[in-house]
């Protein structure tokens, strides 16, 4: 029951985000309302600090990447209903696959329009900024570079699907 809720959510988010560039905070927040319900419902108390920390988790690792301007105020809130639907484990997996899925559609669209080599040097310096020099400052400064964009839901969809497949496998 939770698992295919879960998947229409994700579909449906998909969706909106690659036709409007936009996550509504009608879904989100109806996604984590339902996660905490089912929970709640299912376990009681339990199911509701499963649901809450997964919540919590989801919300506040994506809301690092949101305040260096890495992603946005919707994928944030997108985390903590999957947070709240799927717990803490699950959404921290399905974050780190995204990540990785996000970096290799990044390399992707960087190849084809043949911008490596300038990315890389802009990045090896920036990279060169933070860590040798110790400006951590310079992390705010990726908000006003000109990066390339796209709905990082391109990078969930598949990060979902691995974390679901995992998740199924190791039931076995």
């Known amino acids: 029951m939770c698992l295919g809720s879960f998947i229409i959510f994700i579909a449906v988010a998909f969706a909106l985000d690659v036709r409007f560039s936009k996550l509504p905070n009608k879904l989100t927040m109806c996604g984590a309302v339902f996660g905490v319900m089912f ?13 809450m920390l997964g919540a919590g988790v989801g919300f506040l690792l994506v809301f690092v990447l949101y305040v260096i301007g890495a992603l946005g105020a919707g994928d944030v809130k997108l985390f903590g209903a999957i947070g709240a ?3 803490a484990m699950f959404v921290i997996q ?8 996000a970096g290799l559609i990044g390399l992707f ?3 084809v329009q043949r911008k490596i080599r300038a990315t890389s040097r802009k990045l090896s310096g920036w990279l060169f900024t933070i860590v040798a020099l110790r400006k951590v400052e310079a992390l705010f400064e990726l908000k006003q ?6 709905p990082f839901m391109y990078a969930v969809l598949p990060a979902v699907s691995i974390t679901i497949y995992y998740s ?5």
């Open 39 to 51: 929970h709640v419902w299912s376990e009681g108390w339990n199911g509701f600090l499963f649901s």
């Open 85 to 87: 639907i799927m717990g």
């Open 94 to 101: 399905t974050l780190v696959y995204a990540i990785l899925w």
């Open 109 to 111: 669209l960087l190849s």
């Open 145 to 150: 570079q000109k990066n390339i964009k796209f």
């Open 168 to 172: 199924l496998v190791g039931m076995r």
